[in-house]
Every structure is written in structure tokens, then in C-alpha cells.
T-cell receptor
Framework: AQSVTQLGSHVSVSEGALVLLRCNYS??????LFWYVQYPNQGLQLLLK??????LVKGINGFEAEFKKSETSFHLTKPSAHMSDAAEYFC???????????FGKGTMLLVSP | GAGVSQTPSNKVTEKGKYVELRCDPI?????LYWYRQSLGQGPEFLIY????????DSGLPNDRFFAVRPEGSVSTLKIQRTERGDSAVYLC?????????????FGPGTRLTVL
């Protein structure tokens, strides 16, 4: 069975600071990994995905994530936080057998001026 | 173009009642997924349709839950004899072909409250 662990239900940063949201996965076969963002009262929006090509994946709004097999991690980063980045972020995993997504519990990103 | 839409956006019902939740996927998408998101949790998979058929219904919690997609586009999630524990946001997503590498596009969800 697949699983995703997101460390930290809440992460607070100052505007302009580095954003680091952690995601570790468990999968018995090579995974596909996704980061979604959820703004208040909106649906989940894909930020980026890893599907076994380049291990460093660039997404929308300046976010990127690096797949590290040895660490079973797919952490999300952004060099400089903006107020508009405040939202809840979800990491998810699937694989070539099953397209259904298994999500982590989410991390709420708070950005202060 | 239009995204995934879900109706109603909010549904309040009483324990024991029957409810139907509707999902309109992106036009042309053959794959459709239902997920449920409880407070403080990530979305949890319920059922996956490929065309008109349920390819995987292993996430349905019990036989009170049922979903259909009769013409391969709109889907309805049906919950019988609702319980307070069914209260959650029900999310629908669609993707082009159902391949694991496809992006799943999510609707805004239906917030179900069972009193």
C-alpha cells in the first residue's frame, strides 16, 4: 500500500523567506508524485508532478520539488514566499498500476508580512 | 475552457436521509474520480470510473455509497441512510485518459453536512 507523510500541519514563514514543505512517501513500486495547492473555498490545483523523467521538477508560481529516491522524499520549495502563497498544500502519490491518488494530510502555509 | 463542476456546493440533510451529489467533468475526459475530504485530512479515494464503468470502487466505505456514470460524462454519487460521520467535502476530479501520469483536475467540491 502507498502512503504519504507531510511533516508539519502548519508552516509559518515571513514574506520573502524560503518556503520548504516536506513530503515523504512509501511505495513498493516506482512512484509518481504530485503537489496540489488548495486556496480557501477553491478546488485543488496542480502545482507540479514527477512522472519518472527529470528528478528536479519545476511548477507554477515559482515552486519546485526534487524527487530523492534514497530518501523517499519529494519536498516542495520556493526561494521567496509571497503573501499570495498562503494556502494548504497536499502531496500525493500514485504509480503505474493505479492512477488513484493517495494524499497526505496537508500542510497549511502561513505567510506573514 | 470549463473546468470540473459540482452541484450542489453545499448540502445539509438529516440523519437517515438519501442524498445525491453531481459531478460534471471536463468535456472529453474519460476518467472520473470521487474523493472525500474530512476536516483536517487529505482527500481519500472513493471510486474511479473509466468511461461508463467503475474501474475501481475499493474506496467506497460501505454499501450505503453508490456512484453511477451512465453516459460516460456526468457522474452522481449517491448516499443512502446518511450518518453524521458522512459529513465531509466530496471532491470530483477528471483526467484525460486515466493514465497514472495524467493530471487530475478537481472540482470545488460539495460540502455535505448530516445533522
Amino acid at each position: 500500500a502507498q502512503s504519504v507523510t507531510q511533516l508539519g500541519s502548519h508552516v509559518s514563514v515571513s514574506e520573502g523567506a524560503l518556503v520548504l514543505l516536506r513530503c515523504n512517501y512509501s511505495s513498493s513500486v516506482p512512484p509518481y508524485l504530485f503537489w496540489y495547492v488548495q486556496y480557501p473555498n477553491q478546488g485543488l490545483q496542480l502545482l507540479l508532478k514527477y512522472t519518472s523523467a527529470a528528478t528536479l521538477v519545476k511548477g507554477i508560481n515559482g515552486f519546485e520539488a526534487e524527487f530523492k529516491k534514497s530518501e523517499t522524499s519529494f519536498h516542495l520549495t520556493k526561494p521567496s514566499a509571497h503573501m499570495s502563497d498562503a494556502a494548504e498544500y497536499f502531496c500525493a502519490v500514485s504509480d503505474q498500476r493505479y492512477s488513484t491518488l493517495t494524499f497526505g494530510k496537508g500542510t497549511m502555509l502561513l505567510v506573514s508580512p | 475552457g470549463a473546468g470540473v463542476s459540482q452541484t450542489p456546493s453545499n448540502k445539509v440533510t438529516e440523519k437517515g436521509k438519501y442524498v445525491e451529489l453531481r459531478c460534471d467533468p471536463i468535456s472529453g475526459h474519460t476518467a472520473l474520480y470521487w474523493y472525500r475530504q474530512s476536516l483536517g485530512q487529505g482527500p481519500e479515494f472513493l471510486i474511479y470510473f473509466q468511461g461508463t464503468g467503475a474501474a475501481d470502487d475499493s474506496g467506497l466505505p460501505n454499501d450505503r455509497f453508490f456512484a453511477v456514470r451512465p453516459e460516460g460524462s456526468v457522474s452522481t454519487l449517491k448516499i443512502q441512510r446518511t450518518e453524521r460521520g458522512d459529513s465531509a467535502v466530496y471532491l470530483c476530479a477528471s483526467s484525460g485518459s486515466g493514465a497514472s501520469t495524467d493530471t487530475q483536475y478537481f472540482g470545488p467540491g460539495t460540502r455535505l453536512t448530516v445533522l
